[in-house]
Every structure is written in C-alpha cells, then in structure tokens.
C-alpha cells in the first residue's frame, strides 16, 4: 500500500470510520452529556443554596469530564490491535497516517467539544442558581480557575495515555492503561508532597499539586483562645516563565504520546 499521504482516501477514511463506528461514538457521547446534564442542572432548579448539589459539580468534573470521557478514547484505535478486527482493519487500503489522522480526529473533536460543553453549563447553571437564590447573599462560586486551567492540561495528558493504550495493548487495554497511569500519578503526587515538605521543613499543612503552587501554614499555638494563636502562612508561586515552560511541557507530553500510538500503528501494519 502506498503510504504517501493523500486527502481524497483520508476524507474515505473518515466515511468509514464513521459508517463502522458512528453510531457507538455518538451513543457513548450522548450518553456522557446526559451523565453531566444529570449532575450539572440540579443546582439551577432549587432557589435555597445547598452543599450537595454544589459538590455534583466537581463529582462531575472527576467522574465524568476525566475518567468517563477517556471510555470513548479507549476504543480510538482498538479496531487495529483486537484480534477479531485487527487484521481486517490494517488490509484497509489506506496509509498508516491516514488511519491514524482519522482516529486522532474523532477523538480531538469529541475531548474538545465535550470539555467545552462541560465548562459552559457549569458557569451557565451557576449563573441561573444564583440569579434565583432567595437570599442574595448566598452565592455559590465557579471552580477555581487555576484548578480548572490545571486539571485541562491533565485531561488532554490522560486522553492522550488512552489513546496510546488503545493500540499499545491487544486485551483489556483501558484497564491496563488506567491502572498504569493511576499508579504513575500517584507515585508522582506522593513524591511530590514528599519534596515539598522537605524544602519547607515539614509544615504544619501543605496544599499542592504537582506542576502547581505551594500553599503552607505554621500553626503557633499558645493558648485555648483564637488571640493565643498565630499562624504563618506562604504562598509559593513559580516565575511566570517556569509555568509557560510547563504548559509547553504539557503539550508536548500528549504530542509525544499521540507519536509513540502513531509508531505503533506502524509496528502493526509492517
């Protein structure tokens, strides 16, 4: 088979994709908006403010945004390592490029969009809860923007693992996948705390995460009495140039990802 890249089998490649796969990408997807609409909504329909349904908003960004959405990634290239498909989807007669381009495309579109859409109705039934409460002085408040900034660049990292592992393993490549990079994330964030600690001589509280700012506090306690207590507190920012350097980082980390699947699709196909 030819492997110079041509538009005309690449746009037949996304027919085809989407004539075999459409309809599983779009149940699973519509599936996932009506999960966030169930857990999102809630908060606009009530004019009393309350913790629950304000904490549905983060369960959703968690369960859903993160971890649910990376069940639709984890097939984006299954048809070429599964034994029952795999042989017939590699003799499809197009270019190694032109299938990976077509896989990558559907997954981009769909993280994307839904990120976006997770995003809008978040601020949008806020928005309307608040507008509604019948005290005004109750008002629930927007996830952190850092935090939102932070876990984004994390999302498109997590779905370009899955990505990979939907091609790198032949069986049960999601589970596989997801216990490898749980672990990776876990040994990296107790590490990091490790650290941390050890160069702020092991604070009374810490809140961090990797890549991000360190928060610390000093408890001095003298007495029973609030005016018998003082407390030190440190706000560690990383230069401004450190944090484009890691988002650039970031980027290139689900690249690299998404060139080692496309590596391994040419492993199959040789």
Request: contains cysteine.
């Amino acid at each position: 088979m030819n492997q110079t890249f041509d538009i005309h089998r690449f746009v037949t490649m996304i027919k085809l994709d989407m004539a075999e796969r459409g309809k599983n990408y779009l149940g699973l997807a519509a599936l996932l908006a009506v999960s966030l609409l169930f857990m999102l909504v809630p908060i606009a329909l009530y004019r009393e403010q309350n913790g629950l349904r304000e904490a549905l908003h983060y369960m959703a960004l968690f369960m859903i945004v993160l971890f649910g959405s990376s069940l639709y990634t984890s097939s984006a290239l299954s048809q070429y390592s599964a034994s029952s498909t795999g042989i017939s989807a590699l003799m499809v007669p197009a270019s190694r490029l032109e299938k990976f381009l077509s896989s990558l495309l559907f997954n981009l579109i769909f993280i994307v969009t839904f990120l976006i859409f997770f995003t809008q109705l978040h601020y949008l039934t806020i928005d309307i809860a608040n507008a509604n409460m019948i005290n005004p002085n109750h008002q629930y408040t927007y996830i952190n923007i850092d935090y939102l900034r932070y876990l984004t660049y994390f999302y498109f990292i997590m779905h370009s693992v899955v990505f990979l592992g939907s091609i790198y393993f032949s069986k049960s490549s999601y589970v596989k996948t997801a216990s490898l990079f749980l672990l990776t994330c876990l040994f990296l964030f107790v590490l990091h705390i490790v650290l941390v600690n050890n160069f702020t001589s092991y604070p009374d509280k810490t809140q961090t995460l990797p890549w991000a700012g360190w928060r610390v506090w000093n408890f001095h306690i003298e007495g029973v009495t609030v005016f018998q207590q003082d407390t030190e507190f440190y706000h560690v920012e990383f230069p401004y140039g450190i944090y484009i350097l890691m988002q650039v980082f970031a980027v290139l980390l689900a690249v690299g990802f998404w060139g080692v699947a496309y590596l391994r699709l040419k492993e199959k196909q040789l």
